[in-house]
């Protein structure tokens, strides 16, 4: 069976991030565990997660609805991104590197609810 998201630009690149930042979490205070580490890693996995439950519905407005959790996911983990710069759990250029990630996501997301809602007019 041919999986739809695993064709996906944005779905790769949503693992690709997500592995990364359980790889960088894993680097954070113990005290962080159930913290601010516990939240970085649920949002991450929201992204991909949702993009792929979406891609696996049955209509476009489902899908694009998904595309729009997973948006929301990466705009917290932006968020806490930048929480974790500012108490030195990560450097500057860790920051930026996963700036650059976040921006590709967002961008490429939002690329595809405009097309998916277009779709979804045609039908």
Do not use: C
């Not at 959790?69 to 710069?85: F, K, P």
Request: glycine letters at 6%; aromatic letters at 6%; hydrophobic letters at 40%.
């Amino acid at each position: 069976m041919k999986r739809a998201h695993k064709q996906l630009d944005v779905w790769k690149e949503g693992v690709a991030l997500a592995t990364d930042i359980y790889k960088i979490t894993e680097m954070f205070p113990k005290s962080e565990v159930y913290g601010l580490a516990l939240q970085m890693r649920r949002a991450v996995v929201s992204v991909p997660s949702n993009i792929a439950e979406g891609a696996a519905r049955h209509s476009q407005k489902e899908f694009s609805q998904f595309l729009s959790i997973a948006g929301g996911s990466i705009s917290e983990l932006d968020t806490q991104i930048e929480i974790a710069l500012n108490l030195g759990y990560i450097s500057d250029p860790q920051k930026k590197d996963f700036d650059l990630k976040i921006d590709s996501i967002s961008a490429k997301l939002a690329g595809l609810i405009k097309s998916v809602k277009n779709r979804a007019k045609d039908v």
